[in-house]
């Protein structure tokens, strides 16, 4: 019988082989943690710069709206425009941060109106001076000059604000046909005169709960490029000689066809950023005939939340009284029909009485 010949060869060989397996294993090993290493430097790496740039893209953003703030104080001074004292002290403002600049759109013809306001909503005297330091909230009523400036609507005006100090100028001429001019020049006359996270308009037909709508903006205060309001999408009136005619109907298709969705101009509010925006493009942005049509137009392509809160827009009583006595106050009333409160100069009070939140909501509100 021959003998097995011994395995000792063998079990050497298959040991060699397998410490060099164990070998390349071990560098794999050490390769893929090398590998994942890496993969978290560049991971990190592209995190910093994504970073910096938006840094770097807020700083420029910056940059442009104090550019535009000085910009158009610069441009009312040298035109010798009738601004008010706010624009000439604007330095001093904007060292202060405020929550909200509140511009009511008024008109010559619009006195009673005016002390309508005044007489509810509106804090006077010292109360106004208060709500401006302690809640970081300005109020002026907004209008700019006649045809004929200087003349005896601009000198009428001129007492008016000498006596109660609440306005804010604008070089521009009034006329209901101009009012998206007057939007424009407004947000960018406000941006320029005060720090603010959000700037609103509101007619002087509107009744406001000022506290209802601090505490409404302060919940979108971190959000960038935020535009508020009742948001709709009405039909574009082709028809010449009817209320809110657009003359350039043809750019927005066939006739029927509805507005891109576009605040009410009752009342709305924009974040500073658009404001800004407002202010460095307004040489350049299209006027169309209705106001609130425009500001949604120069929003198209912009990277903007548009926010649609119905309480900005609710009926006169009985229908804001329901809704507080629900426990859902509302931030501002009129009538549709009247596109504002129907004879507000007498009916304003009413309104407020049933469904205004009350002074002490303004001052106990923290914001």
Known sequence: MGSVPESKGIMRTTTVEAEKLKLISEGCNL??????HVSKDIIGEVFKTHHAIQTLDKTISNLEMELAAARAAQESLLNGSPVSTDVITAESSRKRKYLMVIGINTAFS???????????????GEKRKKLEDEKGIIIRFVIGHSATQGGILDRAIQAEDKKHGDFLRLDHVEGYLELSAKTKIYFATAVSSWDADFYVKVDDDVHVNIATLGET?????????????????????SQKGVRYHEPEYWKFGEAGNKYFRHATGQLYAISKDLASYISINQHVLHKYANEDVSLGSWFIGLDVEHIDDRRLCCGTPP?????????????ASFDWTCSGICRSADRIKEVHRRCGEGENALWSATF
Request: net charge positive.
């Open 31 to 36: 390769k893929a943690k090398e590998e994942k």
């Open 110 to 124: 619009s006195r009673k109106r005016r002390d309508s306001v005044r007489a509810t909503w509106m804090p006077q």
């Open 217 to 237: 903006l302060v919940r979108h205060r971190k959000k960038p490029r935020v535009y508020i309001g009742c948001m709709k999408s009405g039909p574009v009136l």
């Open 319 to 331: 229908d804001c009284e329901w809704k507080a006595q629900a426990g859902n106050v509302c931030v």
